[in-house]
T-cell receptor
Framework: NAGVTQTPKFQVLKTGQSMTLQCAQD?????MSWYRQDPGMGLRLIHY???????DQGEVPNGYNVSRSTTEDFPLRLLSAAPSQTSVYFC?????????????FGSGTRLTVV | TQLLEQSPQFLSIQEGENLTVYCNSS?????LQWYRQEPGEGPVLLVT?????EVKKLKRLTFQFGDARKDSSLHITAAQPGDTGLYLC???????????FGAGTRLFVKA
């Protein structure tokens, strides 16, 4: 049981380039989210999805797009990379909305934009 | 706002010492989760507390949810080097669709 799988683990981009961070889960979880983690700022929510075909914005959505065509996959697209997007990105999933459900996180993608 | 404040930000202690870290909010929340994150990895869920005054124990870790459901604490007894990591608290937003995280407490336990 792989849980939440993120690829790639590391990436260096030049300013203005675009790329897609991949996220897949094999637990049939309805909820999936993307967070970025920066020193001293904890985890900030970028986008989330409550099911296939349904996505919404989090706290810091600018510069990122998401789609959810299947329950399993939730890719994050950087449209035109900027140095401010240098961060560690985490994908997470949970079974549903209930208060007792915690997230299962992937191991992260460390992105550097130069 | 629904911000979560964690304190202290950083804690360095000797093996065998006890410690408590805190998570506070200005607003009531329905549930709160604690996670631990090790370097290079994603956070791992430790516990969820949902009832005011609730206490949960996980080996040497004791989690408490305040009676007014605005605060929570994590107490570690006889800390070990393996407890080293970033401890994060998280709460659901109004409506329950978003989970908001605190900035975390970074714990270092020296052997």
């Amino acid at each position: 049981n792989a849980g939440v799988t993120q690829t790639p683990k590391f990436q260096v981009l030049k300013t203005g380039q675009s790329m897609t961070l991949q996220c897949a889960q094999d637990m049939n979880h309805e909820y999936m989210s993307w967070y970025r983690q920066d020193p001293g700022m904890g985890l900030r929510l970028i986008h989330y999805s409550v099911g296939a075909g349904i996505t919404d914005q989090g706290e810091v959505p600018n510069g990122y797009n998401v789609s959810r065509s299947t329950t399993e996959d939730f890719p994050l697209r950087l449209l035109s990379a900027a140095p401010s997007q240098t961060s560690v990105y985490f994908c997470a999933s949970r079974p549903g909305q209930g208060a007792g459900y915690g997230y299962t996180f992937g191991s992260g993608t460390r992105l550097t934009v130069v | 706002t629904q911000l979560l404040e964690q304190s202290p930000q950083f804690l360095s202690i000797q093996e065998g010492e006890n410690l408590t870290v805190y998570c506070n909010s200005s607003s009531v929340f329905s549930s709160l989760q604690w996670y631990r994150q090790e370097p290079g990895e994603g956070p791992v869920l430790l516990v969820t507390v949902v009832t005011g005054g609730e206490v949960k124990k996980l080996k040497r870790l004791t989690f408490q949810f305040g009676d007014a459901r605005k605060d929570s604490s994590l107490h570690i007894t006889a800390a070990q080097p393996g407890d080293t990591g970033l401890y994060l608290c998280a709460r659901g937003s109004t409506g329950g669709f978003k989970t908001i995280f605190g900035a975390g407490t970074r714990l270092f336990v020296k052997a």
